[in-house]
């Protein structure tokens, strides 16, 4: 064994010698701070490629292709070329940005994008918001979307473009022949149903007991994201905090908010079993085009699907879009009781999302990039885009030029009605709980199951939602 | 009580194996230590330097090459190899800011490459052990006079006696790599803290096994492991043997001489088959909604709509789970059977009618064990992969928190709750750790099923 075990020896101690001292070296190495730089020097890169991922919507109506044209136009100087980030609006920066693979400028709703400096996460850059054409105009309460505080200083990583809130849809052709006398108590030629949901509501109980395939309102109510909005409207809210993104404190069953599940409750016994899922959601356009349901709320990006479904069902197009009205979500009963008005009326809180755009913090040409968001956010194409896609810009001047619903929503963010999405990755586990609880508490009231009635059960289901989302949050983090 | 009596034999000469391994292990390493002893100044001269002891028996191109070998090994481990190896341990000392343009370490990467390095070191241990033995075979055939095997020799056998080792390396490496590597990286991952804010760029760290016992000792967590435990073992038995039995039951009808237009009954479950999975979840999904045919017709009948997916339906949920399943599952056995009946000796059946055995004994007695014979593996398959069956529940009945579960409904399977824990939420070293669970429990069943059936322990029987 003497013979040739050194030599063994002597390869072992060898190999292991290289593998420590390189490995040493290395940690050494890894050891020594690299220092960065500021990304925004006001130095505009020349002759880059700026991949700009924008929604479905900008593409199909041909938005996407104009902003791209005007902005190629404008810096052709610079050679800085935009062009389609032919990628999925949903794209997660998070998983390709870091591996260079992912946009340079990304449009995308408030939480989406901030998820992207959740945490330890710093995907999306900081901006110099205030050298842009538009940080004037756009509220604070926008800006706040796009907040983020980082060792007690303050970042804003997006740029407002858009804000999206739910709003009522109804068939004006629907109202009844008499609703000038009859349904428009406070004489200011508007409708009362489409004021006050508790109207609303007794509207729909007039058309069911007139008809047993006909609906007034009708809604999905297991969706969380509109079902929120009865809970926002009375003091509960997702998450406490100056903020709204302290996620220790769940707060849905807070101050008053068990009365929004009173209002889901009631509002389940004028539909039927499909509002404990998502089928009313799928089959609104074609039902409103038949005349089946009188009124639904959803979002406004989605106008074009009824008018389609109208036209489809024989009506012209103009005539759908005299017909078919968008407007603000009705006010709630102070008391939280669809049929008692004697304490007044509120508005009603409901979930909104500002979109925007981003900057990837692994773009090559960081200024370029600002340059183009400062591009697509100026007063000119902001109101083309609002004219093409049908938007609610966040830009006070463009929204009050548009005027109508556009300086109503406007109005509504900086009122506080809105209740933008808070702006943490820990939003998503909200959702499955609250539309649990929702879908609960419409079908314990059309099958009769009647467990929620009392005040106390109501607020002991809500509170079991907060706790739910609670745990999801924080009892593995 | 057979499969009883042969897991009872299983366990009974369990001691008996695990006494012959110091045995095995000494006769293994007889060879070793006699190189040890006999090896000569060329054998250590290829355990310094590998090839060495080839060139100086003029060997040389196999020499050059287990050279090429060493150094490429070493230039590895200088640029890149030690690093990474020690990034393995480390998981990353320095955080990146992607706001200053400061690259950090990614531990996800470091922890692949550390892997990698980790199967490098492997590979290039078991190519040295080959060079020392090649040298010492070199050595006794010289001391034995004879000519040792030159290069053109060896490159023959690895074309003819030894053609299975050149037509496995390419496979074997890509195992490494595609499978084993991966699978390797997902266990480790049990072992760290990776998930919720503790990815890229913060360094994600070792952990141990908290994170096991974040599954068994959390009060939220244990009660919901077992009772999805539970279905998911009922359902991968039940979807089995009813898409097996159903499949093996329509291959016989449709197999019986009188049945006319065979390939039109054929063609409809190929139908179904073919039709993409989630497609006729949704579409089923639709059909027993509250606003789906099936409410419409029992409304239309005077009834009142039921949830049969709804809050309260969990055993409705799950049987429409396993109908489901078997609308989708059953063309693909009934397709298999039908092969291998095509198959089957018909003179069995001959002998059989000749001595008056009945329909039921005949297939008892003659197709259930030739089927069973040739299909245990895939019934095996098809096991492991209900266990593991993602699509049905989670188009069927999704985004539903059911109370008494954490963050999981009544007819969720560990799949969709790994799905739910580790992508919803992110926690993706508590979503390994059940994995890892969900692997070991499904390896064991399988392996116990395979290694007791006869298509393991009579190969011959059939052929």
Known sequence: ?477 | MKVIEKFKNFFKTLPDKFKAIPYKLAKKFAGAKEILVQGNGKVSASMIVMGLGQLLNKQWAKGIMLLFIQVAFIVYFVLTGATDLFGFFTLGTRAGNAWYGIEGDNSVVMLIMGILAILIIILYIAIYIANIKDAYRTQCALDTLKKPVSFKQEVGTLLDKNFHKTALALPVIGVCVFSILPIVFMILIAFTNYGDNIVPPALVDWVGLENFGKILSLGQFAPTFFKIFGWNMLWAVLSTAINYFAGLGLALLLNKKCVKGKAIWRAFPILAYAIPGFITLLGFKFMFSYGGPINYYIQQAGGEAVGFLGLDAKWSARFIGLIVNAWISIPSTMLLATGILSNANTDLYEAARVDGASAWKQFIKITLPYVLFATTPVLISQFIGNFNNFGIFYFLRGSLNVDGYFLASDTDLLINWLYNLSINNNYYSIGAAISLIIFIITSVISLAVYVLSPSYKQEETFR
């Open chain 1, 1 to 477: 064994m003497k013979k040739t075990l050194p030599a063994l020896i002597a390869h072992i101690a060898v190999i292991l010698a290289v593998i420590i001292v390189m490995g040493t070296l290395g940690l050494i190495a890894a050891g020594v701070a690299s220092e960065g730089s500021e990304k925004f020097t006001d130095e505009i890169e020349r002759n880059v490629t700026l991949r700009i991922l924008e929604n479905d919507t900008a593409k199909e109506q041909g938005y996407l292709k104009e902003l791209l044209d005007a902005f190629n136009a404008e810096y052709a100087e610079y050679g800085i070329k935009a062009v389609d980030a032919n990628m999925d609006q949903f794209t997660d920066l998070e998983t390709g940005g870091p591996y260079g693979y992912g946009p340079d400028v990304l449009y995308q709703a408030n939480d989406a994008i901030m998820k992207y400096v959740d945490g330890t996460r710093k995907h999306i850059l900081p901006l110099p918001v205030e050298q842009l054409d538009c940080y004037e105009h756009i509220g604070k309460n926008a800006w706040d979307a796009y907040k983020v505080t980082i060792e007690n200083q303050d970042f804003i990583c997006g740029v407002p473009v858009n804000i999206q809130q739910p709003l009522l849809f109804y068939r004006k052709d629907l109202l009844p022949a008499n609703w000038e006398t009859e349904w428009d108590d406070d004489k200011n030629g508007v409708p009362d149903m489409i004021e006050y949901w508790t109207d609303l509501y007794r509207y729909s109980q007039t058309i069911r007991a007139q008809s047993a395939s006909n609906y007034g309102y009708m809604k999905s109510l297991n969706d969380g994201y509109f079902a929120s909005g009865y809970f926002l409207s009375y003091g509960g809210y997702v998450f406490g905090g100056e903020e709204r993104n302290d996620t220790s404190d769940v707060g849905f069953s807070k101050n008053d908010g068990y009365l929004g599940a009173k209002i889901i409750r009631q509002l389940a016994s004028v539909m039927n079993l499909e509002c404990t899922e998502d089928t009313i959601t799928k089959n609104s356009y074609s039902r409103m085009a038949q005349g089946a349901y009188f009124a639904t709320m959803t979002t406004p990006d989605v106008y074009t699907m009824f008018i389609k479904e109208m036209v489809n069902a024989g009506f012209t197009e103009e005539y759908a879009r005299e017909n078919l009205i968008m407007t603000d979500v009705p006010k709630l009963p102070v008391s939280g009781d669809l049929e008692d008005e004697s304490q007044g009326f509120k508005d009603m809180t409901v979930m909104g999302g500002i979109n925007g755009y981003a900057i990837s913090s692994y773009t090559k040409a960081p200024n370029a990039a600002l340059a183009f968001v400062n591009f697509a956010t100026s007063y000119k194409m902001i109101n083309r885009r609002a004219e093409l896609l049908g938007i609610s810009p966040a830009r006070g001047d463009s929204a009050e030029a548009l005027g109508g619903l556009n300086a109503n929503i406007n109005n509504n963010l900086t009122a506080g009605t809105i209740y933008v999405m808070p702006s943490v990755r820990a939003l998503g586990q909200v959702w499955t709980p609250l539309q649990t609880y929702c879908a609960i508490l419409a079908d314990d009231s059309l099958t009769g199951k009647n467990v929620y009635v009392t005040d106390e059960a109501l607020k002991k289901g809500l509170e079991n939602v907060d706790n739910q989302i609670y745990a999801a949050i924080h009892t593995l983090g």
